[in-house]
């Protein structure tokens, strides 16, 4: 048995370091946290100092049993979880539910996962810090506080089922504030005036009117008077410029350059980062520090110098922008900075490219440009034509990295001019005036909302991804799909003395990937601003995140803090489960002519709906659901009204009825026992006979038999996950190795045998005579299956040595429990009056 016992919370960071120690040392893994607060009475004792109740998660059990035995062996436990302050409660944690001391066992840490920084923390042990668990600790319960005192209170006065969070409910009320900010904006038309210019050897280029007009008749006014004007250049302006590198990477500006360049959304940037550190290529990826090591500039520097040459390469200390900026003390970084490649699949080469030239660059010289403005002028004429030119003189940093931006209005910026002298004639090729519009701020990426948390000081980089995560699991927020529509614009040409008038089309409103509020996510936050404004509020937040940096300072008491929020917080959250009305986010849109009654849009049992008459009358409402593409705060009357005519009948085919309704997943058309979706932007009220019966011959065509295996109908199709056949009830997905369109007998035999093998292969244990078996499910966890029970056991299980006795104990304690038969009813006798005492 090794003297030393390490334990690090991931299974893959632990085959990393077991490299770099010597075979005293066994590495063992946690798998993340092994304790959470208990779920009875939230976990928290409210009367005692808010005092938490942890205990081992279920899956994590026979986790700590394994690390118990092994400690009692080990002569010495290292707790080597991350650095930060999740790591430091899961160091914590362990040690209390391994029985170690909390004052005495070595706590050790590093920055990155290499011989040489394992070797120095082991040299350097230290203590748990409590200061760091107690700030975990603080926003733990905080978390459990607000949300198990808030999500009731939205089951009770918006719709059961809902939740509330500190971080994610003041992060879904940025998204729905720019949402009204769009719905409310009114856009308005200009003209923006260019000209093509060429001088007297016939070169070329382009300029920009210094004025906007507002109306097309202004814009047309100037050309007419430009058809006598003579141009000539007024000013030469030239003047040497410099760009400077980004700073190294932090936590947020990886995610917003990764979604910016990789198109890589925040969890699945943090997701592959994670992998790259675990596997020693990177420094820690949660950081908010821009700071880089004096090894690390000089191995940069180094680097740079062999690769570039020496004048591209220029120490840079960074300076942090954020106030509690303390989490880490480097940027995320490469370890290995002449190692210009890494990772294990594309996307961790794609992630780990970018980081290697982010720091890279932000060690080498400036850019050094040549900045050119022409001004353009007429003597008749008080404004000016201005042309801009740039010429890089020297690449610097622009040879490795330039970093993206999210602004959506960034002109490029031109090239180099020609030579031009002042007072020179110009003659003018055309002048073309274009109908603009003013456009509505940017919906929110899932990047510049990072950045925006960031700015306003709420959450820190371990929070970011699992904030945005949850607030779309929750759909209190979706990604946009929004086809845009068609909008006319003019531009008027002036070219050989002539005006020439042009209408011109161009698609508006369109949106893919934008970060929007559902109806459920603006009802819900409209009744939390109005009534908990102070949870709400973007200081009060981010005021929090400040607080639990003074506790990890040692500077605040949690618990102190704790009590100055719930104090004033739980009497207000009664007072407002008790005396406020039902939040449904109702509209008014109009009156039925049928019956007169009023039409409501607004929050039902089973999502947005519009509502004919109200709830109270003695007939009932009328109500029909919201298509997918609506919302409660757009939707028009005529469309509500429209909704009331679903489904429609369109006629038969077959001697079965068809109709076109709306679902849970969209349009569709229903042909006897089928569904069949409507294509992308099709509105079943528009759906004709012809087109449903287009529909359903192509489903049957897709649904048609291709070939048969063993007497079996094979069948192909394409779904959510791509091409596949189905063979007695399997589906097999086909991959890129096989012609889809053209697969032949041997390529249907070869794919069904493959899944067949991998079946077998994926039954571990087969009881028959008990019905269970034990099969390998995904990430390398376990699957318990009898009948239609099926639990997931963890990767620590012991698979080959699992007994059928252990699986029948498992199977029974997970088993649904049968409801008691009723009692026979017998004739109660007749109930006393209570009289009022």
Same mark, same amino acid.
């Given at each position: 048995m090794?003297?030393?016992?390490?334990i690090v919370e991931?299974?893959?960071?632990a085959?990393?370091?077991?490299k770099?120690l010597g075979?005293?040392?066994q590495?063992e893994?946690?798998?993340?946290?092994i304790?959470?607060?208990?779920?009875?009475d939230?976990?928290?004792?409210?009367e005692n100092?808010?005092?938490?109740?942890?205990? $081992?998660?279920?899956?994590?059990?026979?986790v700590?049993?394994?690390?118990k035995?092994?400690a009692?062996k080990?002569?010495?436990?290292?707790?080597?979880?991350?650095?930060?302050r *999740?790591?430091?409660?899961i160091?914590w944690?362990?040690a209390?539910a391994?029985?170690l001391?909390t004052?005495t066992?070595?706590?050790?840490?590093?920055?990155?996962?290499?011989k040489g920084?394992i070797?120095? +923390?082991?040299?350097n042990?230290?203590?748990?810090?409590q200061n760091?668990?107690?700030a975990?600790q603080?926003?733990? $319960?905080l978390d459990?506080l607000v949300?198990?005192?808030l999500?009731?209170?939205l089951?009770? =006065?918006?719709?059961a089922?809902?939740?509330?969070g500190?971080?994610q409910?003041?992060a879904?009320r940025?998204?729905v504030?720019?949402?009204?900010?769009i719905?409310n904006?009114?856009s308005?038309?200009?003209?923006r005036?260019?000209?093509?210019?060429s001088? =007297? *050897?016939?070169?070329?280029f382009?300029?920009?009117l210094?004025k906007r007009?507002?109306?097309e008749k202004? +814009?047309?006014?100037f050309?007419?008077?430009?058809?006598?004007y003579?141009?000539?250049i007024?000013?030469?302006d030239?003047?040497?410029?410099k760009k400077?590198p980004?700073a190294?990477f932090?936590?947020s500006?990886?995610q917003?350059?990764?979604?910016r360049k990789?198109?890589?959304?925040?969890?699945?940037?943090?997701s592959?980062a994670?992998?790259?550190?675990?596997s020693?290529q990177?420094?820690y990826?949660?950081?908010?520090s821009?700071?880089?090591?004096d090894?690390?500039?000089?191995?940069?520097?180094?680097?740079? &110098?062999k690769?570039?040459?020496?004048?591209?390469? &220029?120490?840079?200390?960074?300076?942090?922008?954020?106030?509690g900026?303390?989490?880490?003390?480097?940027?995320?970084?490469?370890?290995d900075?002449?190692?210009?490649s890494g990772g294990?699949?594309d996307q961790?080469?794609k992630l780990?490219?970018?980081?290697?030239?982010r720091?890279?660059?932000s060690q080498m010289?400036?850019?050094?440009?040549?900045?050119?403005?022409?001004?353009?002028?007429?003597?008749e004429?008080k404004?000016?034509?201005v042309?801009r030119?740039e010429?890089?003189?020297?690449e610097g940093?622009l =040879?490795?990295?330039?970093e993206g931006?999210?602004d959506?209005?960034v002109?490029e910026?031109?090239?180099m001019?020609p030579?031009m002298?002042k007072?020179?004639s110009?003659?003018?090729?055309?002048?073309?005036?274009t109908?603009?519009?003013?456009q509505?701020?940017?919906r929110?990426t *899932?990047?510049?909302?990072?950045k925006?948390?960031?700015?306003l000081?709420?959450?820190r980089?371990?929070t970011?991804?699992?904030t945005?995560?949850t607030?779309?699991k929750?759909?209190?927020?979706?990604k946009?799909?929004?086809e845009?529509t068609?909008?006319?614009?003019?531009?008027l040409?002036?070219?050989?003395s002539?005006? +020439?008038?042009k209408?011109?089309?161009?698609?508006?409103?369109?949106d893919?990937?934008k970060?929007?509020?559902?109806?459920?996510?603006s009802?819900?936050?409209?009744?939390?601003?109005?009534?908990?404004k102070?949870?709400l509020?973007?200081?009060?937040t981010?005021?929090?995140?400040?607080?639990?940096d003074?506790i990890?300072?040692?500077?605040?008491?949690?618990?102190?803090?704790i009590?100055?929020f719930?104090?004033d917080?739980?009497?207000?959250?009664?007072?407002?489960?008790?005396n406020?009305e039902?939040?449904?986010?109702e509209r008014?849109?109009?009156?039925?002519?049928e019956?007169g009654?009023?039409?409501?849009a607004r929050?039902g049992r089973?999502?947005?709906?519009?509502?004919i008459?109200? +709830?109270?009358?003695e007939? &009932?409402?009328k109500f029909?659901?919201?298509?997918?593409?609506q919302?409660?705060?757009?939707?028009?009357?005529?469309?509500?009204?429209?909704?009331?005519?679903?489904?429609?009948?369109l006629?038969e085919?077959?001697?079965?009825?068809?109709?076109?309704?709306?679902?849970?997943f969209?349009p569709?058309v229903k042909?006897?026992?089928k569904?069949?979706?409507?294509?992308?932007g099709?509105n079943?009220?528009?759906t004709t006979?012809?087109?449903a $019966?287009?529909?359903?011959v192509?489903?049957?065509k897709?649904?048609?038999?291709i070939a048969?295996y063993?007497?079996?109908p094979?069948?192909?199709?394409?779904?959510?996950?791509?091409?596949?056949?189905?063979?007695?009830?399997?589906f097999?997905n086909?991959?890129?190795?096989?012609d889809?369109d053209?697969?032949t007998?041997a390529n249907i035999e070869?794919?069904?045998?493959?899944k067949?093998?991998?079946?077998?292969? =994926?039954v571990?244990?087969?009881?028959?005579?008990a019905?269970?078996r034990?099969e390998?499910?995904?990430?390398?966890?376990f699957n318990?299956?009898?009948g239609k029970?099926?639990?997931e056991l963890p990767k620590?299980t012991?698979?080959a040595?699992?007994?059928?006795?252990?699986?029948?104990?498992?199977?029974e &304690?997970?088993?649904?429990?049968?409801?008691?038969?009723?009692?026979?009813?017998?004739k109660a006798?007749?109930?006393k009056?209570r009289a009022?005492?």
């Open positions: 090794p003297k030393n016992l390490v991931s299974p893959a960071k085959k990393t370091i077991e770099y075979k005293d040392y590495v893994s946690s798998y993340g946290h304790r959470d607060l208990v779920k009875k939230m976990g928290i004792d409210v100092n808010f005092a938490p109740s942890y205990a $081992i998660s279920s899956d994590k059990k026979e700590v049993k394994k690390l035995a092994l009692k080990a002569d010495t436990v290292w707790l080597a979880s991350d650095e930060d *999740e790591g430091e409660a160091a944690h362990l209390e391994l029985g001391n004052l066992t070595n706590r050790i840490v590093f920055h990155e996962i290499t920084a070797e120095r +923390a082991i040299q042990p230290r203590t748990i810090d760091l668990v107690d975990q603080a926003r733990r $319960i459990r949300g198990y005192e999500s009731p209170v089951w009770k =006065k918006v719709r089922g809902l939740s509330a500190r971080v409910s003041v879904v940025l998204i504030e720019r949402e009204r900010e719905q904006f009114e308005t038309s200009y003209f005036v260019a000209a093509i210019f001088n =007297k *050897e016939g070169k070329s382009k300029a920009e210094n007009f507002d109306t202004e +814009a047309k006014d050309l007419e008077k430009c058809k006598s003579k141009f000539s007024g000013d030469i030239t003047k040497p410029a400077s980004a190294p932090t936590t500006t990886l917003q350059e990764a979604a990789l198109y890589f959304n925040v969890g699945q940037t943090m592959v994670q992998r790259l550190y675990e020693g990177i420094t990826m949660r950081t908010d821009v700071n880089l090591s090894e690390a500039m000089s191995l940069a520097e180094n680097e740079i &110098k690769s570039y040459g020496k004048e591209y390469a &220029k120490r840079r200390k960074y300076s942090n922008k954020s106030k900026a303390q989490e880490a003390h480097e940027a995320i970084r490469p370890t900075m002449s190692k210009h294990a699949d961790q080469r780990y490219d970018l980081i290697w030239k720091t890279l660059a010289s400036d850019a050094q440009l040549e900045r050119t403005v022409l001004k353009i002028e007429t003597p004429e404004l000016e034509f042309a030119g010429v890089i003189k020297f940093f =040879k490795v990295y330039l931006t999210d959506e209005d002109e910026q031109e090239g001019l030579a002298s007072g020179e110009l003659d003018n090729d055309n002048i073309i005036a109908q603009r519009f003013t509505h701020p940017p929110f *899932e990047a510049s909302l990072v925006k948390l960031e700015e000081g709420i959450g980089p371990s970011y991804a699992p945005i995560s607030i779309q929750r759909e209190y927020i979706q946009s799909d929004l845009g068609k909008r006319n614009y003019t531009q040409i002036l070219k050989d002539k005006i +020439a008038e209408t011109l089309s161009e698609t508006t409103g369109a893919k990937n970060l929007m509020p559902t109806d459920i996510g009802v819900v936050n409209d009744f939390l601003v109005e009534h908990f102070k949870v509020d973007y200081n009060f981010a005021k929090v995140e400040a607080q639990f003074e990890a300072s040692g500077n605040e008491k949690w618990a102190q803090m009590d100055e719930y104090s917080f739980h009497p207000h959250l009664k007072d407002v489960e008790e406020s039902r939040a449904s986010g008014l849109l109009g009156q039925d002519p019956s009654k009023n039409v409501y929050i089973f999502g947005p709906m519009v509502q008459g109200e +709830a109270d009358n007939e &009932k409402p029909a659901s919201l298509q997918k593409t919302s409660i705060d757009t939707i028009t009357f005529d469309e509500a009204m429209d909704l009331f005519q679903l489904p429609r009948t006629g085919y077959k001697g079965e009825e068809i109709q076109a309704n709306v679902g849970r969209g569709y042909f006897g026992d569904f069949i979706s409507l294509d992308k099709e079943p009220m528009d006979l012809d087109r $019966i287009e529909l359903i192509a489903k049957e897709a649904d048609a038999p048969e063993e007497n079996l094979v069948q192909k199709g394409v779904g959510r996950f791509g091409p596949f056949i189905k063979w007695n009830g399997i097999i086909v991959n890129k190795k096989y889809f053209n697969l007998q070869e794919l069904i045998e493959d067949k093998k991998k079946e077998r292969e =994926k571990i244990h087969n009881w028959e005579d019905g269970i034990l390998k499910a995904r990430w390398g966890r318990l299956i009898k029970v099926k639990v620590t012991d698979a040595a699992f007994t059928l006795e252990e699986a029948e104990s498992i199977i &304690k997970n088993a649904p429990k049968k409801k008691a038969k009723p009692k026979a009813k017998t006798a007749p109930k009056s009022k005492k």
